[in-house]
Each structure stands twice: as structure tokens, then as C-alpha cells.
């Protein structure tokens, strides 16, 4: 019997290293390219990232939705239910915000703990394990909508100058939410599959083809994006926001979503949503809106390097446990 829960735990351990190691190995050859190489600089691993977030992962959304039954893919309670959870995690990291005595970090100290990179890790990590990545749609739907707002409004009211929502800014951030590439690209699949319109071969093997490029792309840029001297600046404030993003969150609310009855595909799309590292974009969208990004760089290296040990322990509970 012993030797029996031996042999099923290595299987189980097994089983979560082949989905997380390669992912993570693409990040660090992107890392290496980046750092030993002339191959990637900054501007090259810049327009690959914008390739992948514009292009290639739109498309590979769009693939795996509009191939499928609609009325099979779609589940209202778990949009639902993430948006509730990402709402949740939003105010507990504003709360949290409200202990940090240097009031000009506070809105990154909120975005870089919510807002992750579900859409290019997990995808990657959906890929891996079961070759698409069709519940994380609606994971997607439910939470992107609310990070971009919840982030516009932050990083502005938050701002280290001092600032105030107007008509524009809100316009601008609709506008924004209405043409995100990800949002479009959910929107395209979700009709196909419900209208079922038929795809011929040749444009069926172009989209297949340019999907295909978003995963491998995507991990390389990421891992060039990597700046270890960065992760010094704020350590303090980083260690907590990336403790709620890679275990905090998901232990809270994982419970939650089993209990509810999700399970397999969908429970691991809900995983990467609550335990993704912090998404790149925070960094950029907090220099561009007049804040340090001193934070968000360090929370961004910190949580991408230890997501690999962080989700291979999630992958490897929720295997042992036959959640997934």
C-alpha cells in the first residue's frame, strides 16, 4: 500500500514538471537570449511581446472557441465567479495598500498583486496539459474587463501627483476594454462556435499556423523582459503583493471554486488566474501613467521566477487530490 502511494505521488509530481519545466526553459532561453546574445534587445523583445498580445494569442483564443460547441463551452457561473473572485482580490489588495506608509507606491502595490499574466503563462500551461486553452476564455471574460478598469482607475486617483477621473479617461478605458485584441479574439470565437459558421481548409491551417507561434513567442519575449537588478528596489511591499499573487490568493479562493463544483479544465484555468505571475503590462502601464514602476519591475521578476516552483506545487496538489 505504501509503495502504492509511492508510485502514485511520483506520478502526480511527474505529471506537474512536464507541464511547468518547459514552459519555464523557454523563459529562461528568452532570458539567456536577451543577456549572452545580440539577437534580442530591448526593441526586438518589445514588438515580439506586442506580436503575441495583438496577434498570435487573439488567434489562438479564436482557434480553440470556434472549432467548439457553444453551448458546451460556455459557462455563465464561471464568469461569474471569477469576476466575483477578481473583484475580491482587487479590494483586499487596496486594503492591504492602505498599511504602506510611501503613498506613491500603493496603486502598484495593488495592480501588480491582482493583475496577472493568465493570458500568455496560463495559456501556455493549459497548452501543455491539455492542448487548448478553451475554458480560459472564460476565465478571460470575466476578470481582464475588471483588471483593465480597476487599474485605470488606481493608477490614476493613486497617482504620486495627485490625480482625478475625468469623461476622457473613462472613455479612453472603455474604448480600450471594447478593442483589446484578447476581448476581440474571445468575442470572434464565441460567435463562430455559436453560429456555427464554417471555416474552409485553407483558412482553418493559416490560423492553426499563426497559433501555433504564440506560445513559444510569448515565453521567449517574456523571459527577455526578466531584469534581476531591478528586483532590489522595494523588496518589502514586492514580497507581499507577490505572496498574495502566487499563493495567498489561490489558497483562498481555490477552496471556493471546488466547492462550487469546478473541476478538471476549468479548475486549472481558475489556478491561473489566482496564481500567475504579475503581467509585464503592469510595468508599462504604471511608467505611463506617471508612476516610478520600480515595484511593478520587481514584482514582475520575482513572481515569474518563483511561479515555476509555486505552480508546480498547485498542479502537483490538485493532481494528488484528482481535482484535475
Known amino acids: 500500500m505504501i509503495l502504492y502511494l509511492g508510485v502514485i505521488h511520483t506520478e502526480n509530481l511527474i505529471f506537474s514538471l512536464n507541464a511547468t519545466i518547459p514552459v519555464f526553459l523557454m523563459m529562461l532561453f528568452g532570458y539567456l537570449l536577451h543577456q549572452k546574445t545580440l539577437l534580442m534587445n530591448d526593441s526586438f523583445a518589445g514588438y515580439l511581446n506586442t506580436f503575441v498580445f495583438q496577434i498570435a494569442l487573439p488567434v489562438q483564443l479564436f482557434q480553440n472557441l470556434s472549432g467548439s460547441d457553444f453551448h458546451t463551452v460556455w459557462n455563465g457561473r464561471a464568469v461569474a465567479f471569477c469576476f466575483a473572485v477578481s473583484l475580491a482580490s482587487i479590494l483586499l489588495m487596496l486594503a492591504l495598500s492602505m498599511l504602506l ?125 526578466i531584469d534581476p537588478k531591478k528586483a532590489m528596489g522595494c523588496w518589502k511591499p514586492t514580497l507581499v503583493c507577490s505572496m498574495f499573487k502566487l499563493v495567498i490568493f489561490a489558497a483562498l479562493f481555490l477552496p471556493a471554486a471546488v466547492w462550487l463544483g469546478f473541476r478538471g479544465e476549468m479548475l486549472m484555468a481558475m489556478l491561473v488566474m489566482l496564481g500567475s505571475p504579475t503581467t509585464v503590462s503592469c510595468f508599462s502601464m504604471a511608467r505611463s501613467m506617471g508612476h516610478e514602476g520600480t515595484l511593478s519591475s520587481s514584482a514582475v521578476m520575482l513572481t515569474t521566477v518563483c511561479s515555476a516552483f509555486s505552480f508546480t506545487g498547485w498542479l502537483y496538489l490538485l493532481k494528488t487530490l484528482a481535482l484535475i
Do not use: W
Request: glycine share 12%.
Open 101 to 225: 506608509r510611501d503613498r506613491t507606491i500603493r496603486a502598484e502595490f495593488v495592480q501588480a498583486g491582482y493583475r496577472g499574466s493568465q493570458a500568455l503563462l496560463g495559456a501556455a500551461l493549459m497548452q501543455n496539459i491539455y492542448g487548448e486553452t478553451g475554458p480560459l476564455a472564460l476565465v478571460l471574460i470575466g476578470a481582464v474587463p475588471l483588471y483593465n478598469v480597476a487599474a485605470v482607475v488606481l493608477l490614476t486617483l493613486m497617482s504620486p501627483e495627485g490625480g482625478h477621473l475625468d469623461r476622457r479617461t473613462l472613455g479612453k478605458t472603455l474604448r480600450g476594454i471594447l478593442t483589446n485584441p484578447i476581448i476581440l479574439g474571445i468575442a470572434a470565437g464565441l460567435l463562430c462556435s455559436l453560429l456555427k459558421l464554417p471555416q474552409p481548409v485553407i483558412v482553418r491551417r493559416a490560423v492553426s499556423s499563426l497559433a501555433a507561434t504564440a506560445t513559444p513567442m510569448g515565453l521567449i519575449a517574456l523571459g527577455a523582459c
